[in-house]
């Protein structure tokens, strides 16, 4: 008689090997964190999804109808090593029970190829591991043609688990995601950039099982804001909303424009990194958070090299997490490849590079002191107070969908402005009108110009003057605006 189809889908979750390493009671602690973990996510799904917690695994058993969902969630959740797709048969006590509902489930998949079987057996039975193995090996070459043993270089291998009466026929393995289960870790505040580094970065730490929040220093305006709240909201959705944690937005516009006034062009770049820090310890500490994390990578840039983030380190007395400090660049935007981030990344301003004209790579402790005493720092307060907080989960309500500002490539109307942001002193040659304005100005200087007259914003590349011109419509309703790409 033919066993009917399943109508449910059973998953075996292994667990990170460190996790199965730890004494009794971080272990026990774990597990449960991860199985509170789990019932948040797949109870989104359907209340029939059962979950179950033991020593050295968890089973999740889902009906088919949400298979797709939930082997994915598994699959991106931290603290699971490995994730096993099984078919479950109860009151299995002999050998021929065994050999009969294996052979019915995989004696199709093995006719014309070699094949061997895997046992892993616990509790008391009248027969090992290995005598399961020889009978059910001998039983499938009798009932199934053309096949053979290959106790080596298999084409299909049978993984089997006994549990006492419990038969686990293993149909598929994934590699899950490791790490520890989110929430076990303590907290962290992310510098959130939206570029490859901090994304990934944040990744690492989430997989890490830290409850990764994140901090972003505006300093392109509410577009920019938009596009990184997106990515944030991303990386939380697939692989962290079992917690809830915050996104904390900064405006720095002013503080862009008191580092242009007060700092040499070399320091710049430094002095904005330690002025991050410096708003981020304040942040984290209202938060109860004990450390932040960056994106940096030694000698990426002219910031980040030994000196430099000794320099920028001295700015807090957090600890200060880089985990991505010995990677390259292609080792790093691998990562976000896998995970999904780099369509974020591409499109993403990094303006952190911008404000520093020939950086020092080597920086004096001395002039770094010289340099932050001439900072007013009441700039950087009332950054911080005016920060707004709001949970990464509330994110995709507080984001409008905003039509994109038109670009003009070819300037055959005469009567436009083109307003140069660029903060070099280089001059853009047009058959019209231009004016310059850096663009850590535009925000107070553009309401000052006529408003009965089209503009167009110019940048070398082209991106920053979409994310300007999208935040002066946003701020401003200025209709006026457009952006000047040339072909």
């Known amino acids: 008689?033919?066993?009917?189809?399943?109508?449910?889908?059973?998953?075996?979750?292994?667990?990170?090997?460190?996790?199965?390493?730890?004494?009794?009671?971080?272990?026990?602690?774990?597990?449960?964190?991860?199985?509170?973990n789990l019932v948040k996510l797949l109870?989104?799904?359907?209340?029939e999804i059962s979950i179950k917690k033991f020593s050295d695994k968890i089973e999740v058993v889902t009906p088919l109808s949400y298979l797709a969902e939930v082997r994915q969630t598994l699959l991106d959740t931290p603290g699971i090593e490995q994730v096993l797709e099984a078919l479950q048969f109860d009151d299995i006590e002999t050998l021929e029970q065994i050999n009969t509902q294996v052979n019915?489930?995989?004696?199709?998949?093995?006719?014309?190829?070699?094949?061997?079987?895997?046992?892993?057996?616990?509790?008391?039975?009248?027969?090992?591991?290995?005598?399961?193995?020889?009978?059910?090996?001998?039983?499938?070459?009798l009932y199934n043609q053309s096949s053979k043993v290959?106790?080596?270089?298999?084409?299909?291998?049978?993984?089997?688990?006994?549990?006492?009466?419990?038969?686990?026929?293993?149909?598929?393995?994934?590699?899950?995601?490791?790490?520890?289960?989110?929430?076990?870790q303590g907290d962290i505040l992310s510098l959130m950039s939206g570029g490859f580094d901090s994304t990934v970065a944040s990744y690492l730490s989430i997989k890490r099982g830290i409850k990764t929040h994140f901090i972003f220093f505006n300093l392109g305006g509410?577009?920019?804001?938009?596009?990184?709240?997106?990515?944030?909201?991303?990386?939380?959705?697939?692989?962290?909303?079992?917690?809830?944690?915050?996104?904390?937005?900064?405006?720095?516009?002013?503080?862009?424009?008191?580092?242009?006034?007060?700092?040499?062009?070399?320091?710049?770049?430094?002095?904005?990194?330690?002025?991050?820090?410096?708003?981020?310890?304040?942040?984290?500490?209202?938060?109860?958070?004990d450390a932040l994390l960056t994106g940096e990578s030694v000698a990426q840039v002219s910031s980040q090299t030994l000196r430099n983030l000794a320099l920028i380190d001295?700015?807090?007395?957090?600890?200060?997490?880089?985990?991505?400090?010995?990677?390259n660049k292609p080792e790093i935007i691998n990562i976000a490849n896998t995970i999904g981030t780099r369509r974020f990344a591409e499109n993403m301003p990094e303006y952190c590079g911008v404000i520093s004209k020939n950086p020092i790579t080597h920086g004096s402790y001395k002039r770094m002191e010289k340099e932050s005493k001439r900072f007013d720092y009441g700039v950087l307060d009332k950054a911080i107070t005016d920060?707004?907080?709001?949970?990464?989960?509330?994110?995709?309500?507080?984001?409008?969908?905003?039509?994109?500002?038109?670009?003009?490539?070819?300037?055959?109307?005469?009567?436009?402005?083109?307003?140069?942001?660029?903060?070099?002193?280089?001059?853009?040659e047009v058959p019209c009108k231009s004016i310059k304005i850096p663009f850590y100005?535009?925000?107070?200087?553009?309401?000052?110009?006529?408003?009965?007259?089209?503009?167009?914003?110019?940048?070398?590349?082209?991106?920053?003057?979409?994310?300007?011109?999208?935040?002066?419509?946003?701020?401003?309703?200025?209709?006026?605006?457009?952006?000047?790409?040339?072909?």
């Open 1 to 36: 008689m033919q066993t009917p189809p399943p109508k449910t889908q059973k998953f075996i979750l292994k667990l990170f090997p460190e996790i199965m390493v730890k004494g009794s009671t971080a272990k026990r602690q774990m597990v449960g964190q991860l199985y509170n």
């Open 43 to 47: 109870m989104r799904y359907s209340s």
């Open 104 to 141: 019915e489930i995989v004696g199709a998949n093995i006719t014309g190829k070699t094949f061997v079987v895997r046992v892993k057996r616990t509790g008391k039975h009248p027969f090992g591991s290995p005598e399961i193995a020889q009978s059910l090996g001998e039983y499938l070459l």
């Open 150 to 184: 290959d106790l080596h270089h298999p084409q299909v291998t049978i993984y089997l688990e006994l549990i006492h009466k419990q038969l686990n026929i293993i149909t598929a393995k994934y590699a899950g995601l490791s790490g520890f289960p989110l929430g076990t």
């Open 222 to 289: 509410i577009a920019h804001e938009i596009g990184v709240k997106q990515v944030a909201f991303y990386l939380w959705n697939k692989f962290a909303s079992s917690q809830r944690v915050s996104f904390v937005s900064v405006p720095f516009d002013a503080v862009i424009e008191e580092i242009f006034r007060s700092t040499h062009e070399s320091y710049m770049g430094v002095t904005l990194k330690r002025l991050m820090l410096m708003a981020a310890e304040k942040i984290a500490n209202e938060m109860g958070i």
């Open 314 to 327: 001295q700015a807090t007395s957090k600890l200060v997490l880089r985990p991505l400090a010995s990677m």
């Open 387 to 428: 920060a707004v907080t709001i949970w990464v989960h509330d994110i995709i309500e507080d984001i409008t969908a905003s039509a994109p500002v038109e670009i003009v490539q070819e300037l055959k109307d005469t009567a436009y402005v083109v307003i140069d942001i660029r903060t070099e002193n280089d001059s853009i």
């Open 441 to 487: 100005q535009l925000k107070t200087e553009f309401m000052k110009l006529p408003q009965n007259v089209e503009y167009l914003l110019y940048c070398e590349k082209g991106v920053m003057s979409q994310l300007h011109a999208q935040y002066l419509r946003d701020a401003h309703n200025a209709q006026n605006i457009k952006v000047y790409r040339p072909k």
